[in-house]
């Protein structure tokens, strides 16, 4: 079994932010494979389960916040038995330009604190990673600041087509 992680804040206030693309990308793996979500009380993480193209699938939510997602992360994959080279991470990605994907396996957290929270707490940064483009803030804007802002109109109408590409990129890891 792989677990398929989307990163985000939780709560109404961050839903359509930059930094919830990550968990607006897995709900669109839920829906596509009619995957209905529980909560799984000791991670403090949504989960919903089900196969992909014949591979069983955790999908993960933690419900803490982003720069905290490794502890309840890996709480969930004790209680599963699941190694990090099972552990397919959904992430928004400032050093990508708007609506790339790219998948990658280990590497560095690209100052990303919630992938370096899951590092931290799994022992290792070899697992793989769906990095969803939000592009770069412009001009002087603070990081954070536009990371927590939600997309333009003008993104905002490709966002469905970049959250399919992230779920078909993470599909295509299941099965190497």
């Known amino acids: 079994m792989h677990v398929i992680v989307g990163l985000g804040n939780p709560g109404p206030k961050y839903e359509g932010t930059r930094h919830n693309i990550g968990a607006a990308a897995l709900k669109e793996l ?8 529980s909560n799984h009380k000791r991670s403090n993480c949504a989960i919903a389960q089900g196969r992909i193209a014949n591979n069983p699938v955790l999908l993960a939510r933690p419900r803490s916040m982003m720069n905290l997602s490794g ?43 919630g992938l370096r929270s899951i590092s931290q707490q799994l022992g290792t940064k070899e697992y793989h990673k769906v990095g969803i483009g939000i592009g770069r803030p412009p001009g002087r804007m603070d990081v954070a600041s536009f990371v927590l802002k939600p997309f333009s ?3 905002q109408a490709s966002v469905p087509i970049v959250l399919a590409d992230a779920a078909d990129a993470a599909e295509a890891l299941l099965h190497p």
């Open 153 to 155: 109109k003008a993104e």
């Open 71 to 113: 502890q309840p992360l890996k709480t969930l994959m004790q209680f599963y038995k699941l190694s990090p080279a099972q552990l397919i991470v959904l992430f928004d990605d400032l050093e990508l330009d708007f609506g790339d994907v790219r998948a990658r396996s280990g590497g560095g957290d690209h100052g990303h604190k």
């Open 30 to 37: 839920a829906e596509r494979y009619g995957m209905g979500w």
